[in-house]
């Protein structure tokens, strides 16, 4: 029997969630992602990873434990969503470049039980080159990532130093995740056959 729902179509936080050795199935949900007037980063992402759990406990009948996430770029105080392309996200490397931004990722679990967590990581950028970030442009790894990159892929080569959590920023931090299923009783040491 599945005990959880994965309300994310992200193969990033498929991984990661397999990692704590979970059964689960994933549900697709759609909420709308736009930042209200004068919300607050954390705010925003930890009311997406929210609504989204809710999405997902609501698919599924509402008798199982869903668990959703978001994750945002967080630079002078504003969210760097996915780039809208080519332009928007070279313009975003180029703020990001030789700097130091924050990575917020929040996790909410709805249904059998509730909660939600966030984590902050901060990761510095080395300095960036105009032809590198075309270049890195033209992989298409930056398309569809918030912040126009992805620490677990090729854009890991621009980070200088990470602080926080690296799979927070990949997309679902693991602690705060276990710590969560944990409370809500699932044993991750039994899941995984120990």
Do not use: N
């Amino acid at each position: 029997m599945v005990s959880l729902i994965l309300a994310s179509t992200s193969p990033r936080r498929r991984e990661l969630l397999s990692q704590l050795g979970v059964r689960f199935e994933v549900v697709a949900v759609e909420v709308d992602e736009r930042v209200r007037p004068g919300e607050a980063p954390e705010a925003y992402v930890t009311r997406l990873a929210r609504e989204k759990a809710r999405a997902g406990a609501a698919a599924a009948g509402g008798s199982v434990l869903a668990l959703g996430a978001d994750t945002v770029v967080v630079l002078d105080g504003e969210v760097l969503q996915k780039p809208a392309g080519r332009d928007e996200a070279l313009a975003m490397l180029a703020r990001l470049s030789g700097r130091t931004h924050r990575v917020l990722s929040g996790v909410a679990l709805a249904g059998r039980g509730e909660g939600v967590r966030m984590s902050e990581s901060r990761v510095t950028f080395r300095d960036i080159g105009v032809r590198e970030r075309q270049a890195y442009w033209e992989t298409g790894e930056p398309a569809d990532k918030a912040g126009a990159y992805a620490i677990q892929g090729l854009g890991a080569i621009f980070v200088d130093r990470l602080e926080g959590s690296y799979s927070g920023v990949v997309g679902l931090p693991l602690r705060e995740t276990a710590e969560m299923l944990a409370q809500c009783g699932v044993d991750l040491y039994r899941a995984r056959g120990g």
